[in-house]
């Protein structure tokens, strides 16, 4: 994931601090924290700092004056009717922070959810590294026909040579352009003494969307379950659903009791309307229930259909 | 401040419990971290976790893979250029969550709040305790003739003891209805066998304002900092402005450099008008100024006067 | 509802207002402008603008230059596709503003959501006006017994009348207390000249929690239906709930096809986990499937059989 | 800013579209609605919907129940009382919505303002048009020299062209690519019928950050007046501040008396340090007073200086 040894040498001295503490504590994250995990070629995800626990969602669903909590199976049995009934407020009460590297039209994304802190890295203050995406070959994937924000089957021979080739061409030429246009070094000196050089917030327009950028990003659990809800799922692009997989694994260490509520409740659970609820009860008392019938178009009724793995 | 015994026993233990963190740890608020500060009669305000410290901000504003931080004179130098420019997402980083005991007039003012987390005790669940708010009589203020808002002078004699009376008495009759209404004892026992009991979701709206309720209440540091600009000025209600005033002590502790930025920028500092800004560039020219030309109608000239600590 | 002749002559003289527009307008709530829905004994809601229509949706989700629809048809198509798919945005284009007068502790439920924009009444600088709410014969409900947080049936005889008579009682004197504290009428003169008078934003704090309030809020589609799916909810508490059903009303005819989309999916619809899709699966194929077996605990199982009108 | 014809039609349409409404009406501001106003080579912004007026916020503050507003004057008096004293919640009470087309780069700043509504072009589901920026030659400037996010001179003479040519042939040939890649026209058919054609989702990573984009963006006027004083203000990035300015226009129809405090109070206005403060005090005062003996440190000082038009 391209750290240099100066990050690696900062990474591993920060992981090297310890300090006595009386917060609630995670020691299956803590093992983890400050260390990327790499995603996509030069991307990595990594936890920079937590706040609580799965206790801490019971200790503030009861408002308590200690830790609130009891048994861990009484724990669980409160998290998943928390879930369950949709009571949000007490997973924001665990927070979690994370350093990402990322591509810019996946930033585009991501940024979409409000809900969160962030800082990153200025572009306009600072001088982007020489580092952009290119698709492993396996997601090299054509455009779906059915569905205009699906990828189809992977491109092969030559059409994917050549679409590599493109990219990286153009991604190192236009980088190597905004070298050019910048003319100073990362010391800040010129290059060429004869030139001025362009401003940094306008040279950095000539860089193509699949250059990394980073940044920090912080969020409560509650609002990262739902970024997560929707960027693990199949739907979502595959080069955001990396990332979100990797969260998915500090989820896991974090806060595993919330992370199988999570997992039966949302991320495995769907979301039926009253049409498909009826077609369903039907099929329950054991009546025929065709599409026409049902009420639903073609197109829940192949949903629902998917949903009960039954052929349509 | 009301705690009962095995309140106490569970706070103890709580401050017992230590473990060994990587995380930033600030061992000024962890001296006071589960611990109740009295406020109000009933009342008090404790940290019961926090996220990130004075170099969490420094980390953020430079997107750093190791500790962001050089010397302390750099990082109070930013802090300050940071909230000298309003670059507010720095701040953001920083995490803090607090328990807190109020009366419901002052939960009313607070929840208006809306960027923070909330779980609030619930008195359609649970029933609520005997303790309710009377202020001191230095705080027994007359109605203000100049300020709809405000306060003036305290109120003596016949007619302080009289509202005190009446204050207690109506809590008290109010909370005993409220019991009698409920039929029930702690355990859910009926205490009159012949009777059903009102629901407690219904029950609990004869209870006065002044009633105390408590909740987790979770926030970031920059809009921390924003509560803390409205509600410990000196505008503010007075039984928030003691809420306000005792987190000013923890913000001291947790973010010491912060703090002093905070106490010079926002709240010693002041926001000046275009008009207000042409008088002052008059008066240190040594020009001699009026209200009448200077633009300002009587209240803002007064403001302008009172800022400067000049006689309007 | 308890308008006064003044307001209700200028909620006319509002209503009387003509001007033409190049907005989208929709003729249904046009209609019902202005003009308060009765709610609780004298509650309110009122819609008292809106921004956007059904339109409006399609044309967010297209981001259109002209109106961005075709027909009513595909238009349904879309915004039916968009709730099922959880897209949420383009329902945020549209808002919509409210002015309700409630009772306090409905007031406190309600302010929970926070995203959106609220101005309420302010006690501490008025005076609240002597409207208490006193729930309906059909509404006094004891305790339930098997939900902490839900009503039994309905109280009678001798328990009854004694606790109406202690919820009018208390708000009487507690509002009269409240007077005699304030010293003033509502032209801000003294009624006894030898009393100074308490202020404003403490005398309050001597009301009942049943006291009516009232406030401006403002809110988008996407965060009503929210709130709604909530509130009209049959967990709900009744108080709020009538609200909710209030609201429901002028979402109809607000956006007629926005209204059936979300009575379908999100009111009639019911998430499943991925436990009890399982049980499903097995129920459609035959299989006989019992709760032991079923891998869900007591009250999902019979929360489940509860949505497939089916006995536990 | 590369209207089509069909475009245009379409906004002619919408133009011609009246009805009548019980809603406050604008008639400044209607006159240009749907109307883009342009901005930078190819972006416009351009007012698609709005709720409420000056009136609104008045309204809001008094919560009344017909128009809240008595005179002008007193209008103007207490929305100026509003915005000094930092009551924002009635200003939330209106909504404006815009189609703003816009270069990625200058979208990526945009969004970081997360109170907001968002919609934007999908270039996930859609193919993006061959629209770029390329900057004005008098915005053509050199990196600052003493602000590292600043500009310097206009460059000149061959490196100015020499920096053109690289953007625009960057952008021709990265665009050329990215249809080479999907290998489809408008109409989803393949060009070259021998390849399949990568997925848009990720050919659009090949384009340059100066491409255009489009959204549509709604926000309440409090969180719009905190948008247009960050990027209408001088340290704002020129592409961002044209894009300010034009709503700053739209903002002068739509609510004349809120603008005009907005300029007075905030873009117009200054915030001082207690210590700043302090410096002034003693200035008025007749005292001699150096950087030296202020406390502040050189950049305050000279900070201080310029915002009184003194020489440092």
Redesign the interface.
Known sequence: MG?TSE?R???D???M?????????VPAL?EV??EPIAVLDHGFVRV?????DDG?IV???R?????GTRRVQDDA?LIN?LM???HT??F??C?I?Y?VKL???V??QW??H??A??????A???ILDKEY?I?APD??????RSN??????V?EGD?ASH?LE??RD??E??YA?YE???N?DREGNSVDAG????????A???????TYT???W?I?LHNLLHFLS?RADP?A?YEIRVYADAMLETLKRWVPITFDAF???R???????????EV??G??A?EPVTQHESGL?K??WR?LMA????EG
């Open positions: 750290l990050q040498a900062e990474i001295a920060q992981r601090d310890r300090a006595e503490t009386r917060r609630a504590c803590e924290l400050y920079i700092d937590y706040m609580g801490a200790q503030a669903a408002v308590s004056y200690g830790k049995g009717y369950r009934h949709r407020t007490p924001e009460m927070e922070k350093h591509p810019i039209f930033a585009r940024i979409r409000r809900t802190n962030v800082n990153e890295y200025s306009r203050y600072s995406y698709p997601q090299l994937a054509a455009q779906s205009r924000q699906g990828r189809g089957a491109l059409e679409v493109m990219l153009d991604a030429r236009c352009d050019r246009m910048l100073e030139r001025a050089g362009l401003a940094r917030e306008l950095r327009m000539n860089l193509t969307l699949n980073q940044w920090y912080k409560d929707l739907h692009q997992m039966n409740h991320m495995g659970g769907v979301l039926l309307s009253a049409g498909a609820l369903i009860k099929m329950v054991g178009n197109r829940e949903e949903v009960l793995d039954r």
